[in-house]
């Protein structure tokens, strides 16, 4: 059948179809072919999330995105590089350049990005975070908890201190943890953290997907893709950050030899079809989570509208079309 919905808002896109938002080789160019294939996926508004990397590469990736003026990216979104060096917990990123949180440190950041970041993932335990996300609030700048090795006590005291989103729930920790207590565990009993999930088949088992949104109801879940460069590319082996990448048959992205996944290579119409699948819960329940509820969670809306073809049977979106975007 056919069906209608606001754009999809993705609040961590790392890059997409060839195109890597964190590459300064990057062109403005690249950025709006990348968004063009965002589109037609259904996504109309998104944050291009620049990971952990050393200042001088942060500022020239986010100049090309700022001087790439178009009303899809509303902003960025830092992911790092105050976050845990520790294996399992760092996910992909490069340990040589994960630093202490600074108020000094991220205002240089913000002002390399002419005052466009307006969410910062960042690990509780870090040296400084506590006082960082503070600042962060009172600048309106959302945080959220994410790459963390951080004890139940310091991730109640993030919250306390204003992180409201938990960046990818599940992912970016070890790979053995505690039964209980864990970061995990701590997160998902937290009212006041909002929770974002990759569900492209690869990061979160089913049953994982299913008992973490029952956990956090289906009004404090967001769906993200984590798309970095290969999502929308043919398999093969590709370069990212610097580093080898593999983009299996599956669309699974890793790094060879590495225990952990390196990106997704999924877009949100494949998380929004997932999150049905696994659930159980309605389309019309899921829809929101991939559009209004990350627009309303950074104080926007989503634009423009979506018509596709639903298959109920198996999960399954096709032939999105956006309008009046």
Request: proline share 6%.
């Amino acid at each position: 059948m056919q069906i209608e919905f606001p754009g999809f808002f993705d609040l961590q896109v790392n890059g997409f179809g060839g195109v890597d938002f964190n590459s300064p080789l990057t062109t403005p160019e690249e950025v709006h072919r990348a968004i063009e294939h965002l589109r037609g996926r259904g996504v109309t508004r998104f944050l291009p999330t620049l990971g952990t990397s050393s200042f001088e590469r942060f500022a020239k990736c986010a100049k090309t995105l700022i001087q790439t003026p178009h009303p899809a990216m509303v902003g960025l979104h830092m992911e790092g590089p105050y976050i845990s060096p520790e294996d399992g917990a760092r996910g992909a990123h490069p340990r040589e350049y994960v630093v202490a949180a600074s108020i000094a440190d991220f205002l240089r950041r913000q002002e390399a990005a002419a005052g466009r970041i307006k969410l910062v993932t960042l690990a509780p335990e870090a040296r400084g975070a506590i006082e960082l996300i503070e600042h962060l609030v009172g600048l309106g700048i959302r945080a959220a908890i994410g790459h963390t090795a951080a004890s139940p006590e310091q991730i109640r005291d993030a919250v306390k201190a204003g992180a409201t989103l938990s960046t990818h729930l599940g992912n970016g920790c070890a790979n053995q943890l505690p039964r209980h207590p864990n970061v995990i565990w701590e997160q998902l009993a937290a009212d006041d953290l909002v929770a974002s999930f990759i569900v492209d088949g690869h990061h979160l088992p089913p049953a994982t997907v299913k008992a973490m949104v029952r956990a956090k109801t289906p009004a404090r879940t967001l769906l993200v893709s984590d798309a970095v460069t290969v999502a929308g590319c043919v398999p093969g082996t590709y370069e990212l950050n610097g580093e080898q990448v593999v983009l299996s048959e599956n669309g699974r992205v890793f790094q060879p030899g590495k225990p952990w996944l390196a990106g997704s290579s999924a877009a949100l119409d494949c998380c929004v079809a997932n999150a049905a699948r696994f659930t159980g819960l309605t389309l019309e329940e899921i829809l929101p989570m991939a559009s209004t509820q990350p627009a309303r969670y950074l104080g926007l809306q989503a634009a423009g509208r979506v018509t596709a073809d639903w298959n109920a049977a198996d999960c399954r979106l096709s032939n999105l079309k956006v309008f009046d975007a």
